[in-house]
C-alpha cells in the first residue's frame, strides 16, 4: 500500500509540473500558432452550413464576372462605378433589407466625377447601403467629419474597449460619402499566423465608436434598438455578444466559401438590365427579398482573398457575412475562463500521470497514450459544440509531459527486466513478440490456438553443391550474411521468424500479434527477399563461383500456432495441414523452374496488391485435392513481361483442356525466354505420347 501511495504522489507531483510547463507555453504565446491551427480543424469538422442564417445574401465580383465584362461590354478593371449603381437599383428592386460594400472607394473614379456622382445617386435612391471606412495608425484624416455623425450609430461605450484606438481613417471619396445611409469599419485584424478568427466588432476613433461593416449593416435594420459596448460584451437591445479579453469576438463560421447564397456580379447586372427591357431575369429579385446583402470581391487579381479556419481563399466579404450570421443567431463563440483554463491543464496532466505511475504494462500504457492523446481532444470537441475556445494544444503538451516523465522515470527505474529480456530473446524472436513476453509472461508457457497464418518457407538452390566447396568459417561466414539480410526485411514486414534449418527460413505472419493484411506484407517480404538476392548475388558469386538463388513457397491458412516442445524447453511455431503446403510449394518450384510461389488462399488475400500469373492446378505428395497456384510480380516486372504471360496463359488453357499437342506449340514458342513455359513445353510432350485415362488438368506432384 505504501508503494502505490508514493507512486500516487510521484505521478501527481510529475503530472503537476507537466501541466504547469503547458500553461507557461500557452500564457507566453508560443504555442498560440499551434493551438490557432487545432482550432481551424475543429472549425472545419464541425462546420455547419445548414444552420446558417437564411436572411444573407452575397453577390461577389468574381473571375466570371470580369470575363463577361470584357466579353460582353469590352471592359477592362476598373469597371465604371455607375454599373455598382446596377447593382443597387436591384437589390432596391428586390426589397433587400441592406447592402454592405466591402469595397474602399477612397479614390475618385477613373473615369471622372461623373462616374461617382451616377453611382451615389443609385446609392442615396436606395438609403440603405452600408459603406466602408478605414481605420488606421498609417494614414487617413484624423477626425470624423461632422457632415457624417448620422451616419454612425449611437453605441454607447463603458469601461473602455480592449485595445488602442485608432487614429486615423479614410473615407469614400466626397461624391460617394453623403449616399451611404452607414459606415462600417473594414481593417479587420488577422491573427499572427494571418488567419481571421475573431472579428473587432466595435472600434475606437476620436472618441467615437465605429461598427464593424457587418455590424452596421445589422444596426442599420434596427435603429430603435440602443447598442453599447464594453469588456463584458456588444450589447443590441437585450442580447449581448461575448467579447474576449482582446475586445474581439470569436468567429463561428458556418462552412466555407459558399455557404450563403452567392451570386455573381455579372448575373445581378445582367439581370436588372433584362428586367429594364422586360425581359426575364437570370436571377430572381424575389431571391434577395429581406436578405442583408454583402458584396465584395473574389475575383484573384483584386487581391481581396482572406484566409480563414475553413477556407483558404475566403472572399474578404465572406467573413463579414459570417459575423453578420453569428449577429443574426446569436452564435459567436466564447473563450474559456482563465480558471477553467488552468483546471483543463493541470487536472488531465495529474491524472495521466498517476495513472502512469500505476500502470507500467505496454498495452496500459498504450491506452494511457490515448487518453493522453484523446482528453484533450475530445475536450476541444465538447468545447465546440457547446460554443466555448477550448485549449487542446496546451492540455495535450501537459499530457503528453506527464506520460513521457513518468515512463521515463518508470524505464530507468524498472526497465532493468526488460532490458534483460530484450538483450535474451533478440536473436531469435521478432521486436513485437518480445513486447509480448515482457507485457504478458504468461506466454512462456506451453500451449497454442488455432489461428490464420501466412506462411513462408524458402530454400537455396544447389546449397549443397555450394557449401561443399567452402571451408567451415567461409560457409558460415556466407549464411550469416545471407540469413541476416533475409531476416532484416521480413522482420521489417512484421513477420516472426520461426526458425533456420540449415540455409532454409521459415517464418509467419500474424502472430503473435494480429497484422492487418498480413498475406500481403509476406508476399511484400518474398518479392523484396528475391530484389535483394539479386543485389547480393555479384557478391556472393565472388565468394562462392556460383550463382545463389532462392526458392520460396507461401500459403495462407487457419493452423495451430503457439508454444510448442517439453516443459522445460519449447519453441513458439506453428503446426497443420496449411504449413505443410507452404513448404511443398517451395519445393513445387523446381517442377516449373520459378522461385516464388503462391498458394489460391494467400492469392485471395492479396487481392489487387500484387499482380500474379497462374502457374497450375497441382496435386502435392500426399494429397489428392488439387490447388491453384500462382506466380506474385511486381507490377513493373508483370508489364514488361505481360506479352510472355499472355502466351503462357493460352498454352495454360489449352492444357487444362488436354490439348496437349496445341498446349505444347504454344508453350515452345516463349520457351526460351520463359522458363516455366519451357517446363509446360516438356510436360506436354510427356502427355501427348502417353494421354492419362482421365484428365482434370491437374499437375500431380510426385516428389516433395
Not at 457632415?147 to 469614400?172: T, W
Not at 472618441?207 to 445589422?218: I, K
Not at 520459378?594 to 502435392?620: C, H, N
Request: hydrophobic share 45%; proline share 5%.
Amino acid at each position: 500500500m505504501k508503494k502505490i501511495i508514493l507512486k500516487i504522489i510521484r505521478g501527481a507531483f510529475i503530472g503537476l509540473a507537466g501541466g504547469g510547463l503547458a500553461l507557461l507555453l500557452l500564457y507566453t504565446g508560443i504555442i498560440s500558432g499551434f493551438e490557432g491551427q487545432t482550432w481551424d480543424l475543429r472549425a472545419r469538422l464541425m462546420a455547419s452550413p445548414g444552420q446558417a442564417s437564411n436572411e444573407i445574401a452575397v453577390i461577389l465580383l468574381d473571375q466570371k464576372s470580369l470575363d463577361w465584362g470584357e466579353n460582353t461590354f469590352n471592359l477592362s478593371w476598373p469597371w465604371p462605378r455607375e454599373i455598382m449603381g446596377v447593382i443597387v437599383d436591384f437589390c432596391g428592386r428586390a426589397g433587400a433589407k441592406g447592402l454592405a460594400f466591402d469595397v474602399i472607394y477612397s479614390e475618385p473614379s477613373f473615369y471622372g466625377p461623373g462616374d461617382d456622382g451616377t453611382f451615389g445617386d443609385a446609392l442615396a435612391g436606395y438609403g440603405r447601403a452600408v459603406g466602408a471606412v478605414v481605420l488606421s495608425d498609417e494614414s487617413g484624416d484624423g477626425t470624423w467629419p461632422e457632415a457624417f455623425e448620422d451616419k454612425l450609430p449611437a453605441i454607447e461605450v463603458s469601461g473602455g474597449i480592449a485595445g488602442r484606438a485608432s487614429s486615423g481613417v479614410s473615407f469614400p471619396v466626397d461624391e460617394l460619402a453623403p449616399a451611404f445611409a452607414a459606415f462600417g469599419n473594414v481593417s479587420e485584424q488577422a491573427d499572427p499566423d494571418g488567419i481571421f478568427r475573431e472579428a473587432r466588432l466595435v472600434s475606437l476613433f476620436n472618441g467615437r465608436a465605429v461598427p464593424l461593416l457587418s455590424v452596421g449593416l445589422y444596426l442599420l435594420a434596427y435603429p430603435g434598438l440602443e447598442a453599447s459596448v464594453s469588456e463584458k460584451g456588444f450589447t443590441v437591445g437585450p442580447i449581448t455578444f461575448p467579447l474576449n479579453a482582446k475586445g474581439n469576438a470569436v468567429i463561428r463560421y458556418r462552412g466555407a466559401s459558399g455557404t450563403y447564397p452567392t451570386y455573381s456580379a455579372a448575373a445581378i447586372i445582367n439581370s436588372e438590365l433584362r428586367l429594364n427591357e422586360g425581359l426575364e431575369p437570370e436571377v430572381k429579385p424575389e431571391e434577395l427579398a429581406g436578405k442583408y446583402v454583402l458584396f465584395g470581391y473574389s475575383a484573384p487579381g483584386l487581391k481581396d482573398l482572406r484566409p480563414s479556419p475553413v477556407d483558404e481563399n475566403a472572399a474578404g466579404v465572406e467573413i463579414h457575412a459570417a459575423v453578420l450570421d453569428n449577429l443574426l443567431t446569436g452564435s459567436f463563440m466564447v473563450d474559456m475562463p482563465p480558471v477553467s483554463v488552468v483546471i483543463v491543464c493541470l487536472l488531465p496532466a495529474i491524472c495521466i500521470g498517476i495513472a502512469a505511475s500505476l500502470f507500467s504494462a505496454t498495452l496500459p500504457t498504450i491506452l494511457l497514450f490515448f487518453a493522453a492523446f484523446l482528453l484533450p481532444v475530445g475536450g476541444g470537441l465538447a468545447g465546440y459544440a457547446l460554443g466555448v475556445r477550448f485549449p487542446v494544444v496546451a492540455p495535450l503538451i501537459g499530457c503528453v509531459v506527464a506520460m513521457v516523465s513518468v515512463s521515463v522515470y518508470n524505464f530507468s527505474t524498472e526497465g532493468k527486466q526488460r532490458r534483460f529480456l530484450k538483450g535474451a530473446f533478440k536473436q531469435y524472436l521478432s521486436p513485437a513478440l518480445i513486447e509480448q513476453l515482457i507485457a504478458n509472461p504468461d506466454m512462456l508457457r506451453l500451449g497454442g490456438e488455432r489461428k490464420e497464418l501466412s506462411m513462408f518457407f524458402s530454400d537455396l538452390q544447389g546449397f549443397t553443391s555450394i557449401s561443399e566447396a567452402l571451408t567451415p568459417e567461409e560457409l558460415t561466414s556466407l549464411l550469416n550474411d545471407y540469413l541476416s539480410a533475409m531476416t532484416d526485411i521480413i522482420l521489417e514486414e512484421g513477420g516472426t521468424v520461426d526458425k533456420y534449418e540449415g540455409d532454409a527460413i521459415i517464418a509467419f505472419w500474424n502472430a503473435p500479434l494480429d497484422l492487418e493484411d498480413h498475406a500481403v506484407h509476406a508476399v511484400s517480404s518474398a518479392l523484396r527477399c528475391q530484389t535483394k538476392l539479386a543485389e547480393l548475388r555479384p557478391g556472393f558469386r565472388e565468394r562462392t563461383g556460383r550463382d545463389m538463388y532462392m526458392r520460396i513457397g507461401l500459403n495462407t491458412a487457419a493452423v495451430v500456432v503457439g508454444n510448442m516442445g517439453s516443459h522445460g524447453r519449447f519453441d513458439y511455431t506453428m503446426m497443420g495441414d496449411g504449413v505443410n503446403l507452404a513448404a511443398r510449394l517451395e519445393g513445387i518450384n523446381k517442377q516449373f523452374h520459378t522461385y516464388t510461389m503462391i498458394s489460391q488462399w494467400t492469392k485471395e488475400k492479396i487481392g489487387d496488391a500484387f499482380p500474379v500469373r497462374e502457374l497450375s492446378r497441382v496435386a502435392v505428395v500426399g494429397k489428392k485435392e488439387a490447388v491453384t497456384v500462382y506466380e506474385p510480380m511486381y507490377p513493373e516486372e508483370f508489364e514488361r513481361k505481360r506479352d510472355l504471360i499472355l502466351s503462357f496463359q493460352e498454352g495454360l488453357a489449352l492444357f487444362y483442356k488436354g490439348k496437349f499437342q496445341e498446349a505444347k506449340a504454344v508453350f515452345t514458342r516463349t520457351a526460351q525466354s520463359d522458363p516455366a513455359a519451357a517446363a509446360y513445353a516438356e510436360k506436354c510432350g510427356e502427355l501427348a505420347l502417353k494421354p492419362p485415362s482421365s484428365w482434370e488438368g491437374v499437375w500431380v506432384m510426385t516428389t516433395k
